[in-house]
């Protein structure tokens, strides 16, 4: 079956990329180093040519408010018309959880409209909600950082490894289309404050976290259940401690001095 990765050099999209590839399947990596654009919808046609799914992991190079809602609007649009006329009977898009509590930020308003475009489409379609990536929690430590002051609010916080993410979406491409969403989260809850305080420690990153209900994530403030799945979800099997012992790659002090 060929399955069409938007955004198959990323994070998420070369590990879906390589497991399709592991199961069999003709997994075409699209983005624009490999001549694929969906913003300008450059070369977008001939990559669709034959494909019987498509699964955009895609991510916007910019987050400011403006540029990252243009990006998720013309690209949705662009790649649900061009797989339109291909013939796809699956799309595929991978989002996050409390997008649609969390309407103050701008990213999550610009991934709230690229849902509502394919749930509007035409198209058989399965929506995933992931919670944060482990790959992803320095730079949310480094985004709350003030001096040696890292703020964060207790809320509930159940992020998850990029490696079971990339299982679960490929698990759901290859099978019928829900036309729904489904979450995936880590195998285990904590308090954001509590996380952040604990991995840093650990670590022996000087940063300090301070508890504040108020501190805001990617410019909303947040409510006790806005981070993790409020009903069913999938949990992947990586905890955070494991997963930080094999990977060195992405360590959580990065950016202080
Ligand atoms: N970070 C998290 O914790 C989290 C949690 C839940 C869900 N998500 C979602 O997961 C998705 C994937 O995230 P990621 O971290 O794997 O992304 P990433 O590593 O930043 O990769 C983004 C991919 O998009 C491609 N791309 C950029 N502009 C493009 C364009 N105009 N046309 C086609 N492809 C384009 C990039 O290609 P080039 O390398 O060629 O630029 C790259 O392959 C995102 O949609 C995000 O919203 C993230």
Redo the contacts with the bound molecule.
């Keep these: 079956m060929k399955v069409v990765v938007?955004?198959?050099?990323?994070?998420?999209?070369s590990k879906v990329v390589t497991t399709l590839g592991e199961h069999g399947h003709e997994a075409l990596a699209?983005?624009?180093?490999?001549g694929?654009?969906?913003?300008?919808g450059e070369g977008l046609a001939d990559a669709l040519a034959g494909a019987a799914v498509v699964i955009?992991?895609?991510?916007?190079?910019s987050w400011e408010d403006t540029a990252v809602m243009e990006?998720f609007e013309t690209?949705t649009r662009n790649l649900l018309a061009a797989a339109a006329t291909a013939g796809v009977s699956h799309y595929v898009a991978?989002?996050?959880?409390g997008t649609e509590r969390l309407p103050d930020s701008g990213y999550l308003r610009a991934?709230a409209a690229q849902e509502q475009l394919i749930e509007n489409s035409s198209l058989p379609f399965s929506l995933v909600?992931?919670?944060?990536?482990f790959?992803?929690i320095a730079g949310i430590a480094d985004g709350a950082t003030q001096g040696n002051t890292v703020r964060m609010a207790p809320v509930l916080f159940q992020p998850v490894a990029?490696d079971d993410?990339a299982q679960v979406v490929c698990r759901i491409a290859v099978a019928a289309p829900l036309n729904a969403l489904v979450d995936v989260a880590g195998p285990e809850r904590s308090r954001m404050d509590e996380f952040f305080r604990k991995i840093l420690a650990a670590q022996d990153d000087p940063r300090e976290v301070i508890t504040d209900q108020h501190a805001r994530y990617f410019g909303s403030e947040l409510s006790e259940r806005s981070l993790v799945p409020l009903g069913e979800a999938i949990l992947g099997e990586t905890r955070y401690a494991d997963w930080h012992g094999r990977s060195r790659a992405y360590p959580v002090a990065s950016s202080t001095t």
Excluded at 36 to 40: A, D, R, S
Excluded at 94 to 97: F, G, T, Y
Excluded at 129 to 133: L, N
Aim: avoid cysteine; aromatic fraction near 8%.
């Design positions: 938007i955004g198959g050099t990323g994070l998420i999209g699209a983005a624009p180093n490999t694929v654009n969906t913003l300008t955009d992991v895609s991510n916007s190079p990006f690209s991978l989002s996050v959880v991934k909600h992931a919670t944060q990536f790959e992803f990029g993410v």
